[in-house]
């Protein structure tokens, strides 16, 4: 049964959901502008095998709004990091999707001790030309307006990151996506200039590198997996939604993962 | 930023979410919103009231955050799951305010637990004729379900600039976000709505009362039905249309304060 709350941290409060089960617990790190309903499935998945906790990133689902533009994507690491120290948990793995890895490589690098795995579906080694090419595609916010317009423009913008694959997802997805438009511009903001690149290389633990054919992010895939050639990685289906279009897939690779490192 | 904090309390159906604003050991003035609103609908109020009272506003199950019932067989059924949330909180005293919907769950509240409920404010009082609960279970029923267009969205937004959300833009996101959100329970609540005699309910509760409303407010023509069913109710006329906690909270935290300080000395000393 996931049961929600709040981890209360010096900015203000962070939303999660948890799963109660046996073994260190998973952090679940959302892409933008998700939040983290997008782990649901993935923990109806792998209910009984593993605690699974899915905050919402600052700025999106129930989570404080900054107050403003965060200075890097550090600042989301550190705000998440406190929000694990608010639970009480001391060590942790992370599963993560798009922003969730950008995050990720960030909380690892800055508490590698505390970090005993990553898993992440999409990884992001752009170099700088194409987070500049990226950044004028996924940095303008769907600010509302009067006419109420920018709601069909949302809904298409989802529909072509393949959101209408089931209709209950691409609803959430906008009512997430309406929520965080000041959210999004902020992380996207951060997202394209961060190098992430340097943090990933620096991963020292067990590292699951997982990507779907047709999400915007797969022709990375290939370029992370030679960055990584230690790696386990699968591939999996769903477009950039994986988790709720594909949760048996994520869930079966990330199982192996963990039982093939003792995890 | 305010000094508005959420969490959740567990009750027996599920979780059920909820904001709160004030010293603990203050007086407690609970909150129920309209449909399809949440407890978000009072944080302008709660900044407002949180000086001199521990407010609490819920989301009613089936809305915002909480948990979502398969059926909601009647207003008093969310009376009942509401006052269980209250109890988890350990709340014993407390003062009613509730914003339409949320006055027909305050008025059943009042009717199931009077030795509790000190006083009952309603903004926006629900007095319909038999023959106006047969035509407003037509208009306020479901006004959109999604579907693969997409067009239900701009169904939606259209629906909350009708019903005056349209005053400013974040209030009308911040609403299109809760009714996103509670498209399944829309119904239900509507359809238990217009199921109770809200009209018997206010004639017979018997805990001090204050009706408010403002002249914009779709249930404007109920509210002087309201008065002189409860010609002893204190009464108090706001701006805002159908949204006066979002679009007048400094009036409403008044009027709400004023009534509040003619309770009972019991209410306003309790800690």
């Not at chain 1, 200039?193 to 633990?205: G, H, K, L, S, Y």
Request: with cysteine; proline share 7%.
């Amino acid at each position: 049964m996931i049961q929600k709350g709040y981890a209360n941290i010096a900015a203000g409060q962070i939303h999660y959901r948890r799963q109660h089960g046996p073994g260190l617990p998973v952090i679940c790190l959302h892409q933008t502008a998700s939040s983290g309903a997008m782990w649901v499935k993935v923990m109806g998945k792998m209910a009984g095998e593993r605690a699974l906790i899915a905050f919402d990133t600052p700025g999106f689902g129930g989570s404080f709004d900054p107050p403003q533009l965060p200075p890097s994507i550090g600042t989301y690491a550190e705000w998440l990091l406190e929000a694990i120290d608010a639970l009480g948990i001391g060590q942790f793995q992370i599963l993560c999707h798009h922003t969730g890895a950008c995050i990720a490589v960030e909380m690892t690098s800055r508490q590698p001790e505390r970090v005993t795995s990553v898993a992440m579906i999409g990884p992001v080694p752009l170099t700088e030309g194409e987070r500049n090419e990226y950044k004028k595609h996924y940095s303008t916010p769907f600010s509302p307006t009067a006419s109420g317009d920018y709601l069909s423009t949302t809904w298409d913008y989802l529909r072509g990151l393949g959101a209408h694959g089931d209709l209950a997802l691409h609803h959430r997805e906008l009512l997430d996506t309406a929520r965080a438009f000041m959210g999004r511009y902020m992380a996207y903001t951060n997202v394209w200039r961060q190098d992430f690149t340097t943090p990933f290389m620096a991963i020292r633990v067990p590292l699951l590198l997982m990507c779907a054919a047709d999400d915007v992010l797969w022709p990375f895939f290939g370029r992370s997996k030679e960055l990584r050639p230690d790696a386990d990685s699968a591939v999996l289906k769903g477009a950039n939604f994986e988790p709720d279009l594909d949760p048996e897939g994520v869930a079966t690779a990330y199982r192996s993962f963990l039982r093939k490192h003792g995890l | 930023m305010n000094n508005v904090t959420r969490g959740y309390v567990s009750t027996p159906g599920g979780q059920v979410h909820y904001r709160s604003a004030g010293p603990a050991n203050a007086p407690v003035i609970t909150f129920f919103h309209q449909t399809a609103s949440s407890s978000r609908m009072f944080e302008l109020m709660m900044s407002e009231l949180s000086p001199s009272f521990r407010c609490l506003a819920f989301d009613t199950p089936g809305f915002g955050q909480s948990w979502q019932p398969a059926e909601v067989p009647s207003v008093a059924w969310l009376g009942n799951r509401l006052v269980e949330a209250i109890d988890a909180l350990g709340i014993d005293c407390f003062v009613v305010c509730g914003h339409h919907t949320g006055g027909c769950i305050g008025l059943e509240i009042a009717l199931a637990i009077p030795q509790r409920v000190l006083g009952l404010s309603i903004i926006g009082p629900v007095t319909p004729s038999f023959e106006e609960r047969e035509k407003f279970s037509r208009v306020f029923l479901q006004p959109f379900v999604p579907e693969s267009s997409g067009e239900y969205l701009q169904t939606a937004w259209e629906y909350l600039r009708s019903i005056g959300a349209g005053d400013t833009v974040d209030l009308h996101t911040a609403e299109l976000i809760d009714h996103l959100i509670a498209w399944r329970s829309t119904p239900l609540a509507f359809g238990a709505v217009w199921r109770q005699d809200a009209s018997a309910a206010l004639a017979k509760v018997s805990i001090p009362l204050q009706l408010m409303c403002s002249r914009d407010d779709v249930l404007w023509p109920m509210y002087a039905r309201a008065c002189k069913l409860r010609p002893d109710a204190a009464t108090a006329i706001v701006a805002g249309g159908d949204f006066q906690p979002d679009r007048d909270p400094i009036n409403v935290a008044r009027a709400l304060t004023e009534f509040v300080n003619t309770l009972p000395e019991r209410f306003r000393t309790i800690g």
